[in-house]
């Protein structure tokens, strides 16, 4: 198959659906913030009442950036810097102060953009043909519970392809490789807007593994150290669409024991970059409170093991048509699944 069959490699192509480009911690009540993604300037701002707007970057009067000067928000509205146009989080201008009437062509000449804030995270619906958003992602109810805290997260800028991340989920044969994995147990399931990876993964001290660039402590000694505990783990990882995955795990030795959520999540910024997010709670699984500097390190480790692949997908050329083999998984299968958020819905 040639590449230009892939609606996903097409030039100016986004996937259609939600996409998380801030957690709620990082943005407060009256505060503005600058985005760009999908090769746009955005901004995204928290009204009095709490909630999200986000919008794009420049005034539609004489192209002002929104947040310059770090933003005006009035209520649950955002004011331009330079002339005071108002905006609601529909992007429908609502008041000039100095004019007796708003000109038609304004009121909705600046677009705002569906959002849902859920689980701590505030994400942003993309569908090129404008249509209403789906509401696929489910709630994590062990977020902001006893026990459980707020999202500890990593972010990076990445150079790499959208549909090279989500090909991870269904690699089965990288992880001896990358990760220094034992595959033990392997199940890919697909759902109409989801896939899923069920997965018993061992630590095998005597498997490859990547070290990225700038790893503030010793991985691979870190890796045989806990290998060698013979702690039982397993996950379940699921992708809500075509950008975010939710990932429960469970570990179970003499030593510790513990449950985590992950929330891993890629933005497209442009047709060349990505934002990559790592976001960890993670809990005590008996009644031994977790040691503080697992609590710390574990979060890092999640994110480590995104950029292990990192240093591969930066230098991989895409095969439209790979050469496959029986130890493979389903990797045309989850092509053809990802196919759909790029193609109309009509």
Known sequence: MSAARYAFLQPGRYARGWHIVLFSQELAVGEVRRLHYFARDLVAYR??????GIVDAHCPHLGAHLASGGGRVSGDTIACPFHGWVFDHNGRCVDIPYARAIPERAVDALRGWPVLERNGFIALWYDPEG????????????WGAQGWGDWVFYRSRIRARACDVIENIVDIAHFPHVHAG?????????GERTVTQLSTVDRDPGAQMIVPPGVPFDLEGMHKEQAGQGAEAWGDATYHG??????????SGAELS???WWV????????EELDLCSAVIVSSLDE???????????PQTAHIAFGQDVEIWKDKVYRADPILCDGDGPINKLRRWYEQFYLPRS
């Not at 034992?182 to 697909?190: C, D, T």
């Not at 891993?264 to 047709?271: G, I, Y």
């Open 47 to 52: 009204g009095e009442s709490g909630r999200v």
């Open 131 to 142: 249509n209403p958003p789906e509401d696929y992602l489910p709630d994590i109810p062990e």
């Open 182 to 190: 034992k595959v033990r147990k392997w199940e890919n399931r697909f």
């Open 242 to 251: 075509p950008s975010i995955m939710y990932y429960y795990t469970e570990s």
């Open 258 to 260: 513990y449950r985590a």
């Open 264 to 271: 891993n999540c890629h933005t497209p910024v442009n047709q």
């Open 288 to 298: 031994r409170p977790l040691p503080g500097e697992f609590a710390q390190l574990y």
